[in-house]
């Protein structure tokens, strides 16, 4: 599900670059919103299955880490691409470049059998 969500982004993305009217936008928060709660939770939720259990704050820890280092790492993306192509429209595409290098790596993720939870019992 986590790489349906990556698509619909990927889609996204290109639907921002053609955006000429307020209703383009309408449409692209729609899309957005119908799949950022979802990926979110199913993120982490299986970012918890992946972590040990005892270490899971420290983990997470570096998990809230990873996502500020993001929140910068996008904009200036963003802005480097703009600045070399001169077309602020298309400089979007540097984001549809993370989504793909992270749906390469998280198809290299092995998920565990048994959740943590369950091999207690």
Same mark, same amino acid.
């Given at each position: 599900? =986590? +790489?349906?969500?990556?698509? $619909?982004? *990927? =889609?996204?993305?290109? *639907? ?18 119908? $799949?950022?709660?979802? $990926? ?10 992946? =972590?040990?259990? %005892?270490k899971s704050g420290e983990y997470f820890a570096v998990? #809230?880490? =990873? ?12 802005s480097l691409l703009a600045l070399l192509i001169r ?10 470049? +993370?989504?793909? $290098?992270?749906?390469? +790596?998280? +198809? ?10 369950? %091999?207690? #019992?």
């Amino acid at each position: 599900m =986590i +790489l349906i969500a990556a698509a $619909v982004y *990927f =889609i996204a993305i290109g *639907f921002a670059t053609q955006i000429s009217e307020a209703s383009h936008f309408y449409i692209l928060a729609a899309l957005i919103g119908s $799949v950022q709660g979802g $990926v979110q939770a199913l993120s982490r939720s299986l970012f918890a299955k992946l =972590i040990p259990e %005892e270490k899971s704050g420290e983990y997470f820890a570096v998990y #809230n880490l =990873i996502g500020k280092y993001a929140s910068i790492m996008g904009p200036f993306l963003i802005s480097l691409l703009a600045l070399l192509i001169r077309q602020p429209r298309y400089s979007i595409l540097a984001v549809g470049l +993370l989504f793909v $290098v992270g749906s390469f +790596l998280l +198809l290299k993720v092995q998920e565990p059998k048994d959740s943590p939870s369950t %091999e207690k #019992n």
